[in-house]
């Protein structure tokens, strides 16, 4: 057993310094799926915050008043790229009035495009959106007899992901379905914050279940008083 | 008789076999897991990142971190996997996903589908559509035949913004099931009690008829 730990200065006090260097009109990475496995203590930082014209990539845009709603509210965001942004009446006034732009991609392709980023792959083909609107001004080519379009990489200035557990080396774990984004934008920002639920000294997590490799993440606090909020709470008899 | 949601959803059940990996989309499609024959093993899967969707939760189950792709409350089956949306979409795009079930606005005789946008009115996004009627092996689509107006969906072109092109194999509607073919939309199955005229004036697009059409079991 290897005595010697790694040991890195990842570690920040709170969200206030996480996001510390995040600028106007810089483009940020969000976390999450829905409201589940957003990161609520630094959304909650940025709305404090005087930071506006953001780019924002992130599956959803919240809803009204939680998540990315806390930010459009404050019109912080000018841009969003998403796959879905319904349950949000203040994005629906502000995407009519013209004040924020909205950029649609598919699901799977939005998340490949972002582990491309991650993975340094500048361009891509997929199937998803042949002969739809989605492929306009894209090149497509023809493979095997099916036709794909392609698609280009996704970067961020900031990344920010929320995992369950994380330990000093900034290596991550993630719980059940709040896994969704977080793994794959913890790779692509050219700084990534990951805010956890518990932070543990290196050599706690089992090396052989860590979804995250510290080498992505450059910040690391644990977060408080998440408050979990449930869009859809469904239930059997019981 | 016309067929309701859960008739269409326990017509659609009889697509499914043994071992099947399954995304279902929400509405209709969703209420076809209720509809899995008992012995059956089937893995639905939730593109937000979970092969193996349970029951909804008791209420001392909820669990804020377990949810499906329509932001519900779910559990997982013992057996169950997470990942994150790269791998899921990976599962999806990669063909490893035996059926998908989904809803529509309209589906052509070409087997086109519009099931994301309505010019005029807000648009929300098309979500994983497009990702799972690109690459899914065999494509189902569960629809009403007619909207509130009467008008045919099952069309000769689309006229809403498409999902997908040449993509649908399937169509389990409340009149009837139908196959997508080269020469048109092929009548497999009518509604019981539903006459072949009715079902042809309900069809815009072509709708080709062989030999006798028989009823829907359920």
Not at chain 1, 14 to 27: D, R, Y
Not at chain 1, 149 to 154: D, F, T, V, Y
Not at chain 2, 63 to 77: F, H, R, S, Y
Request: charged share 20%; aromatic share 6%; net charge negative.
């Amino acid at each position: 057993m290897c005595e010697i730990l790694l040991t890195m200065n990842k570690i920040v006090k709170n969200a206030f310094e996480a996001i510390k260097g995040i600028e106007s009109n810089m483009t940020i990475m969000l976390g999450g799926f829905g409201l589940c496995g957003i990161p609520e203590n630094c959304i909650a930082a940025l709305a404090e915050s005087d930071i506006n014209g953001l780019t924002c990539i992130s599956n959803n845009a919240g809803v009204d008043g939680f998540g990315l709603g806390m930010l459009l509210r404050r019109h912080q965001i000018r841009k969003m790229i998403s796959s879905y942004v319904g349950e949000n009446k203040e994005f629906e006034r502000q995407l009519l009035s013209g004040e924020l732009e909205v950029e649609l991609t598919p699901q799977g392709t939005l998340a490949e495009r972002i582990r491309a980023g991650g993975a340094g792959i500048p361009a891509f083909f997929v199937p998803a959106g042949y002969g739809t609107e989605v492929a306009e001004g894209k090149p497509v080519r023809e493979f095997e007899g099916k036709m794909y379009l392609e698609e280009r990489w996704l970067k961020a200035d900031f990344a920010i992901v929320k995992a369950w557990k994380g330990d000093t080396n900034g290596n991550l774990i993630y719980k059940n379905t709040a896994n969704n984004f977080n793994q794959v934008m913890a790779t692509a920002g050219k700084i990534t914050i990951a805010e956890v639920e518990e932070l543990v000294p290196a050599g706690t997590l089992d090396p052989n279940y860590i979804h995250t490799p510290g080498v992505f993440v450059q910040r690391i606090f644990q977060g408080t008083n998440y408050e979990k909020r449930i869009e859809f709470t469904t239930t059997r008899p019981g | 008789m016309a067929l309701d949601k859960n008739a269409i959803a326990k017509r659609i059940a009889k697509e499914l076999k043994d071992g099947y990996y399954v995304n279902l989309g929400i509405g209709i499609p969703t209420l076809v897991a209720n509809f899995i024959p008992a012995g059956m093993q089937i893995v639905l899967q939730s593109e937000n990142g979970l092969l193996g969707i349970g029951p909804f939760p008791v209420k001392d189950e909820v669990d804020p971190d377990l949810i499906n792709a329509g932001k519900q409350t779910i559990t997982a089956v013992p057996g169950a996997a997470f990942f994150d949306s790269s791998a899921s979409f990976a599962m999806i795009r990669g063909g490893h996903i035996d059926l998908t079930v989904l809803g529509a606005f309209e589906v052509s005789e070409e087997g086109d589908i519009a099931s994301w946008k309505i010019p005029g009115k807000l648009v929300k996004g098309m979500g994983g559509a497009m990702d799972l009627v690109a690459s899914a092996k065999n494509i189902i689509v569960a629809m009403m035949h007619t909207n509130p107006q009467g008008e045919s969906k099952l069309l000769r072109h689309c006229t809403l913004p498409l999902t997908g092109v040449g993509v649908v194999k399937r169509i389990v509607s409340d009149l009837a099931v139908l196959d997508v073919t080269p020469d048109g939309f092929k009548l497999i199955e009518r509604a019981p009690g539903v006459s072949v005229q009715e079902i042809m004036n309900a069809t815009e697009g072509r709708l080709i008829v062989e030999g006798e059409i028989p009823e829907i079991e359920l």
